[in-house]
């Protein structure tokens, strides 16, 4: 195998063809620990082909789903740290150290953080026919008939799970949790009306809010979002720093060179800023992308640890 050296692979980015590369990686896998469809294996599989001409080499989409994430990602913890394994995540990550017993790793040791690719708020959204119009709607709805307001998630010891929670404890109400083993079961409740309200990635909602069969109530970001510039962020509703994020990042085994990192890192972002790739992402998921470095991933990681531990551990919430 070529041997790397920080200098060669930062020579070679700006000089050398593609083919230069072929011999020095392997065969590479990009694991995706959820069903194929999801936001996740999206993103992956919108990367592969750019991802594979630019690093001279074959990379697969191996979707490893079960257990929120775990299975497939205990299977790239425990890879060897040769470059050919490599970790897709969404947000679940980082709660399921707390909703999960016995995970097989060690989610901060077992896994170095590569690329922080993006965020996106979570949506409340509503069957058009209920009278939740505004965020406020729902909070008095259920200070008038506590245990009667219902939301869908797409599953226990989810973030959007765990948002809910600590949502309804700041708004001193509670609500009655339906989990769902996915999006898809939780979007087709919501728009049959059998929930009363559904939290859900904005890749989930938007195209249902645009087509007219569920009403945005409320956004979790920072802002609002182009494509739902009509519906409030929860604090603009009278919850002042309140925010959760959808969001994607990519981890490597524990000792992964930090050439291999640093080069696979700066190929796999180059790709998510292709055109056509980009503009999905941004447009059509409404994806802030960060693209930013393994440290400020590992950071935010730590962060969403921490932030979710506590909510996790203050209402005992655990997974399926």
Same mark, same amino acid.
């Given at each position: 195998?070529?041997?790397?050296?920080?200098?060669?692979?930062?020579?070679?980015?700006?000089?050398?063809?593609?083919?230069?590369?072929?011999?020095?990686?392997?065969?590479?896998?990009?694991?995706?620990?959820?069903?194929?469809?999801?936001?996740?294996?999206?993103?992956?599989?919108?990367?592969?082909?750019?991802?594979?001409?630019?690093?001279?080499?074959?990379?697969?989409?191996?979707?490893?789903?079960?257990?929120?994430?775990?299975?497939?990602?205990?299977?790239?913890?425990?890879?060897?740290?040769?470059?050919?394994?490599?970790?897709?995540?969404?947000?679940?990550?980082?709660?399921?150290?707390?909703?999960?017993?016995?995970?097989?790793?060690?989610?901060?040791?077992?896994?170095?953080?590569?690329?922080?690719?993006?965020?996106?708020?979570?949506?409340?959204?509503?069957?058009?026919?209920?009278?939740?119009?505004?965020?406020?709607?729902?909070?008095?709805?259920?200070?008038?008939?506590?245990?009667?307001?219902?939301?869908?998630?797409?599953?226990?010891?989810?973030?959007?799970?765990?948002?809910?929670?600590?949502?309804?404890?700041?708004?001193?109400?509670?609500?009655?949790?339906?989990?769902?083993?996915?999006?898809?079961?939780?979007?087709?409740?919501?728009?049959?009306?059998?929930?009363?309200?559904?939290?859900?990635?904005?890749?989930?909602?938007?195209?249902?809010?645009? #087509? *007219? $069969?569920?009403?945005?109530?409320?956004?979790?970001?920072? /802002?609002?979002? +182009? @494509?739902?510039?009509?519906? &409030?962020?929860?604090?603009?509703?009278?919850?002042?720093?309140?925010?959760?994020?959808?969001?994607?990042?990519?981890?490597?085994? #524990? *000792? $992964?060179?930090?050439?291999?990192?640093?080069?696979?890192? /700066?190929?796999? +972002? @180059?790709?998510?800023?292709? &055109?056509?790739?980009?503009?999905?992402?941004?447009?059509?998921?409404?994806?802030?992308?960060?693209?930013?470095?393994?440290?400020?991933?590992?950071?935010?990681?730590?962060?969403?640890?921490?932030?979710?531990?506590?909510? +996790?551990?203050?209402?005992?919430?655990?997974?399926?």
């Amino acid at each position: 195998m070529q041997a790397f050296t920080r200098r060669s692979l930062v020579l070679g980015a700006m000089a050398a063809p593609v083919s230069a590369y072929a011999q020095a990686w392997p065969t590479i896998r990009l694991v995706v620990p959820y069903p194929p469809a999801g936001s996740t294996d999206v993103m992956a599989r919108l990367v592969q082909p750019e991802l594979q001409r630019r690093l001279g080499t074959t990379v697969i989409v191996e979707n490893r789903p079960g257990a929120s994430g775990s299975i497939g990602t205990a299977s790239v913890a425990k890879s060897p740290p040769d470059g050919s394994s490599w970790l897709f995540v969404f947000d679940n990550h980082a709660a399921n150290p707390f909703v999960l017993n016995n995970l097989p790793f060690d989610t901060e040791r077992d896994l170095d953080p590569v690329l922080f690719i993006g965020t996106a708020p979570y949506v409340l959204a509503t069957n058009p026919t209920k009278p939740f119009k505004m965020l406020a709607d729902v909070i008095a709805a259920a200070r008038a008939k506590p245990d009667t307001v219902s939301y869908g998630s797409v599953g226990s010891g989810s973030v959007g799970h765990l948002a809910m929670a600590l949502l309804s404890k700041q708004a001193g109400v509670r609500l009655v949790h339906v989990p769902y083993r996915g999006g898809g079961p939780a979007m087709n409740d919501a728009i049959a009306g059998h929930v009363d309200l559904l939290i859900g990635s904005t890749a989930l909602a938007i195209p249902q809010i645009q #087509a *007219g $069969t569920i009403r945005g109530v409320a956004q979790t970001g920072r /802002a609002r979002t +182009a @494509a739902l510039g009509m519906v &409030p962020t929860v604090s603009e509703s009278g919850f002042p720093n309140f925010e959760a994020y959808a969001w994607w990042g990519v981890f490597a085994p #524990a *000792g $992964t060179p930090a050439e291999m990192i640093t080069r696979f890192a /700066a190929e796999l +972002a @180059a790709s998510l800023r292709e &055109p056509r790739i980009a503009t999905q992402l941004t447009e059509g998921q409404q994806v802030t992308m960060a693209l930013s470095s393994s440290q400020e991933l590992r950071s935010f990681l730590a962060g969403q640890m921490k932030t979710w531990g506590a909510v +996790a551990r203050e209402f005992d919430i655990k997974g399926e």
